[in-house]
């Protein structure tokens, strides 16, 4: 298709990018190979090296080329209070919005057993075990409020009210500076069941 | 930023490609390595090859990793038509759509004298040795319509007519499938003067 071969591979291999279609993929490859070639290179470079050595955090599982996360080897986080996540990406969007200073555990995904995804695959056995040392005092569950995120939740509190663990999901309901007449009626029932005094 | 160095640079990198922008650079980074490390390691290492091998084609200046394009070193094409385009994207666009079987010349740009571009770095000074051979029936003039494109055109023509060669521009007007209510006054008028006999 293109007039040169590694050019037509160039524009195949860019499609991996989510959200990559032929169009942008060209546009891609010839915007890099007419004006940013040193872009490319270095970009070719960080990637091979991500790929390479970014595995998994020790303690929480979250994405890492450490054997221990930033977050998990630094000493000012509070070692009590633990959030469970489904990706890493969730822990950037908390960690740039909020001041929770605990620490995170990241299942990467959540439970759906029609696709083979058990308990072991999000490293509840980990989990479980951490709960098990009492130096958890607070579970705050922060899976996505969808069905599947909703049961790893409803999973993992069972497991921690085992334990002995307090779990405390975080709140769902109107988003802010939405609007009641734009809302959805399931987060309006449930914004509506989770009121509070005040 | 990010809960580590790597993944952050991973998403810095990934925003030399054009349109991608912050959020999608982190969507794109954790899709890779979450989902996807093979696509990930085969983008790296093509994308590498691309930036050290690719150059441009002897003949006709688009973008190439031999000495001759692959149009440039067919036997089937005609060698007495030349077709002048400002990109190798342009010469993509053309090859897809239309049964032309002449050659291309790829400017890389357009004449922009205020950017310093000059005829020298469309390489015109290769495109007038090329029209001296007379071995050009045909200088097909494919440049875009925009007060550059046409300048250049105007530039190109003049240096063709000089050798006594042929020289055409492709037609501009409305849009096939367009609405006349709905196209620019420009290209109405153009479209106006452009008429022909049927």
Chains 1, 2 share one sequence.
């Not at 040169?4 to 890099?32: F, T, W």
Request: glycine share 10%; charged share 20%; with cysteine.
């Amino acid at each position: 298709m293109s007039t040169s071969r590694l050019i037509g591979q160039l524009i195949e291999s860019l499609r991996c990018l989510p959200g990559v279609g032929p169009k942008s993929a060209q546009r891609m490859a010839y915007h890099l190979l007419e004006y940013d070639r040193d872009g490319g290179r270095l970009l070719a470079q960080v990637l091979e090296q991500s790929m390479q050595q970014i595995g998994n955090c020790e303690s929480c599982r979250t994405l890492s080329e450490e054997q221990l996360c930033t977050l998990c080897a630094s000493e000012r986080r509070d070692r009590s209070q633990l959030c469970v996540v489904e990706t890493p990406a969730d822990v950037q969007a908390l960690e740039q919005s909020i001041g929770y200073t605990g620490l995170y555990f990241v299942l990467m995904g959540h439970l759906s057993p029609l696709d083979g995804i058990g308990p072991e695959a999000l490293g509840l056995d980990v989990l479980d075990r951490r709960l098990r040392t009492g130096k958890v005092g607070e579970l705050i569950l922060a899976t996505n409020p969808t069905v599947e995120g909703e049961a790893t939740a409803h999973f993992i509190s069972e497991m921690a009210h085992g334990h002995g663990v307090r779990v405390t999901r975080i709140a769902h309901g109107v988003p802010m500076g939405g609007e009641l007449e734009y809302i959805d009626s399931n987060t309006l029932s449930h914004a509506f069941a989770g009121r509070q005094d005040i």
